[in-house]
């Protein structure tokens, strides 16, 4: 983050923060993304639970928001190898079961970065993660975790995503661009979670979510989706179930994370 045109903000800081990053999730993924029912109940308590968890990139020179990044804490500590299929909608409600049972925070788990398309390929990905992972050592934390979402996996989505994983470029890094982004700073890529996020819908809240129509049961590729997703005419009813992949950042000393490296991309 040395552009001076840039500047990070938090939600502790910044009376109207929120009102600087709203709409970006909007115009950052597809919209049906935006239907997560594990978001819908529970992205407000980022803010009232984890607010010093929440951070964003502001251009001064226009007061635009051009990059945010989102991340909570959990109790989990354990191996990396174990962390299960359910990924972001786990790891968003185990965060807040946690907090409500008053669970000591062990781990800082990514939720999001999210960049404006105004603002990509400028090299902000890389320091935004960084900015993430200061947060946690801050906190004391030893690793942060990541259910990341490999994007350019929506070029491929009858790919196995534990296929795609395991493309690599011809240095040896992760054919995804966001994966390759976490392998340069030093994260392990653990495992696929098959099962990160799931997404249901009526026939016709599908064909306003992506522009498509739906004539009759069966499997369709979306325009962002990672896998395809399944429809069913005679219940009237869609489902998308999306896999993330697995990330583990050192951030001190974790005895665990060096038996997690059988996908390294480093």
């Known amino acids: 983050m040395q552009d001076p045109r840039f500047q990070l903000i938090t939600p502790l800081e910044t009376q109207n923060y929120e009102d600087l990053v709203s709409g970006l999730a909007t115009v950052a993924w597809p919209e049906f993304m935006l239907h997560d029912p594990v978001a819908d109940e529970l992205w407000s308590r980022l803010f009232t639970i984890f607010p010093e968890y929440q951070f964003a990139l502001l251009d001064v020179s226009t007061n635009r928001v051009a990059a945010m990044g989102n991340s909570l804490a959990l109790n989990w500590d354990g191996n990396p190898e174990d962390l299960p299929e359910g990924g972001w909608d786990w790891a968003f409600q185990q965060a ?24 990509r390929n400028q090299g902000l990905s890389a320091g935004m993660v960084k900015a993430m992972r200061d947060i946690g050592r801050q906190k004391g934390f030893t690793r942060l975790i990541a259910p990341v979402r490999p994007n350019q996996k929506s070029s491929y989505p009858l790919i196995d995503i534990d296929d795609y994983i395991s493309w690599k470029t011809e240095e040896g890094l992760p054919f995804d661009a966001w994966l390759r982004v976490h392998a340069r700073l030093g994260a392990k890529i653990v495992k696929a979670c098959h099962h990160a996020m799931e997404i249901r819908g009526t026939r016709a809240e599908w064909e306003t979510w992506t522009g498509l129509k739906f004539p009759g049961s069966g499997r369709y590729i979306l325009p962002g989706g990672l896998v395809p997703m399944s429809m069913d005419t005679q219940s009237n009813q869609g489902v998308y179930i999306e896999p993330n992949v697995w990330t583990v950042h050192q951030l001190a000393g974790d005895k665990n994370l060096s038996r997690s490296n059988k996908l390294s991309g480093v």
């Not at 807040?96 to 603002?119: E, F, K, M, W």
Request: net charge negative.
């Open 96 to 119: 807040v079961s946690d907090h409500n049972q008053g669970l000591q925070p062990r781990t800082q788990c990514a939720i999001q970065i999210a960049i404006h398309p105004d603002y």
